[in-house]
């Protein structure tokens, strides 16, 4: 990965700058860890006060500079180098420099985000629970073949009109949460009750299932 890191510094001179002859742009790292590049820039090179003369003048100027990266990133092993440079000279007095800073080879650390990490504790929790077939195995395996095979809703209401059957008989439809504890719990009744009148070895999301009387 690379980043472009954008510098900008305006240089006051004590002296007037009629003409840059020739400039220079160089860099020093002086740490490279963690979130935090730092480092200095050293522009150099001579000029004219005035333009009629053939008399040029030095100059030298250390510009320092911090760079803050996101801790998500590794730095250790970036390189660092300029990726452009250009300057202009402002009322004779100011020379200001425009770098841009190359950072490349960066890392970015694996991290889990936080939606997988919700994901993974709700998988967790869900491993606990026991699915709806699991709570049954009991109750099937000590039942007679016609009561494990469950009562058909359409013949459960045959001889009722329809007033009694609903009067009597609730429809439960399964949601994604259910287990055969939190309807047994929810409508007051025995988990055997349920079985009685249901075939719940494959029960699945969307599934009615018959709820009989309050048996309190």
Same mark, same amino acid.
């Given at each position: 990965?690379? @980043? ?10 004590? /002296?007037? =700058?009629?003409?840059?002859?020739? =400039?220079?742009? %160089?860099?020093?790292? /002086? ?28 100059? %030298? ?11 998500? #990133?590794?730095?250790?092993?970036? $390189? ?30 694996? $991290?889990?985000?936080?939606? $997988? @990490? ?6 967790? +929790? ?21 009561? +494990? %095979? ?19 008989? @609730? ?7 259910? /287990? ?6 929810? #409508?007051?009744? @025995? ?19 018959? =709820? ?5």
């Amino acid at each position: 990965m690379k @980043k472009l890191v954008p510098f900008k510094k305006d240089i006051s001179f004590d /002296t007037n =700058i009629a003409e840059i002859n020739s =400039i220079s742009l %160089e860099h020093e790292i /002086t740490n490279q860890k963690e979130s935090l590049i730092s480092g200095k820039f050293i522009v150099s090179g001579d000029y004219k006060m005035t333009e009629t003369t053939m008399h040029l003048d030095t100059f %030298e100027y250390e510009l320092p500079f911090n760079i803050n990266i996101d801790k998500k #990133y590794i730095i250790e092993n970036a $390189e660092i180098d300029i990726s452009d440079f250009y300057y202009e000279v402002i009322n004779n007095k100011i020379l200001s420099v425009n770098i841009e800073l190359s950072v490349d080879n960066i890392e970015e650390q694996e $991290e889990v985000m936080e939606t $997988e @990490k919700i994901e993974n504790q709700n998988e967790d +929790r869900q491993e606990e629970i026991p699915t709806i077939s699991e709570e049954l195995e009991t109750f099937e395996e000590e039942k007679p073949k016609e009561e +494990r %095979e469950g009562i058909n809703v359409k013949s459960l209401f045959d001889g009722l009109d329809e007033n009694e059957a609903y009067v009597v008989y @609730k429809i439960h439809i399964v949601t994604e949460n259910d /287990t055969i504890e939190s309807i047994a719990e929810e #409508y007051e009744v @025995k988990k055997e009750s349920l079985n009685a009148y249901n075939n719940l070895s494959d029960v699945k999301i969307g599934d009615k299932i018959i =709820i009989p009387a309050n048996e309190n």
